[in-house]
C-alpha cells in the first residue's frame, strides 16, 4: 500500500504522528507537506494528496488541516476523490466500508495525536463492502460528472 500524506501549518504536530505511526507500519508514502508550524496554504497540499489518488499513484490519502473542513473541501474538488472528515474511528471505519472514501481529512485542532493514529489505522485497514453501497457510490460518482 501507498499512502499520499499532506498538512498545512494547523496539522503539523498531527502529521507527525500519522507519518510515525506510517514508517513503523512500513507503509510506503508520498509526503507533500509542509513540514513546520510556518503558515501555508492548505489548497496546493490537497491537490497535490488528490491527484496523487485519482491518477493511482496513492492508494490512499490522509490531509490534515486545523479542522479538517478546507483540505477535505479542495481535495473533493479532484474527479475521483472521495474526500471525508473524521474525528473518530466509528466515522473512519464507515466512510471507508460504506462511500468508499479514498482521502482520510482530519483536524488538528480536532483530534489529538493519539485519536488520529487511531482514526487512520482504521481508516487504512477498513474495506469497502460494495454491495448496495457500489451502487451509491457510482450515484455520487455520475453527479461528480455533471455539470452544475
Do not use: W
Not at 501507498?2 to 513503523?24: M, N, P, S, W
Not at 451502487?135 to 455539470?147: D, L, N
Amino acid at each position: 500500500m501507498t499512502l499520499a500524506i499532506g498538512c498545512d501549518h494547523g496539522g503539523f504536530e498531527v502529521t507527525q504522528a500519522l507519518r510515525a505511526y506510517l514508517k513503523e507500519q512500513n507503509i510506503e508514502t508520498q509526503d507533500f507537506g509542509t513540514h513546520s508550524t510556518e503558515s501555508v496554504d492548505y489548497p496546493p497540499i490537497a491537490l497535490q494528496v488528490a491527484r496523487s489518488v485519482a491518477e493511482g499513484r496513492a492508494d490512499l490519502g490522509v490531509l490534515v488541516c486545523s479542522t479538517g473542513i478546507g483540505i477535505s473541501i479542495a481535495a473533493n474538488k479532484v474527479k475521483g476523490i472521495r474526500a471525508a472528515v473524521c474525528c473518530n474511528e466509528l466515522c473512519a471505519r464507515l466512510t471507508r466500508n460504506d462511500n468508499n472514501a479514498n482521502i482520510l481529512c482530519m483536524g488538528g485542532k480536532i483530534v489529538d495525536a493519539e485519536t488520529a493514529v487511531k482514526i487512520l489505522d482504521t481508516f487504512i485497514h477498513t474495506d469497502f463492502e460494495g454491495g448496495r453501497h457500489a451502487r451509491r457510490v457510482a450515484q455520487i460518482m455520475e453527479i461528480e460528472g455533471q455539470e452544475p
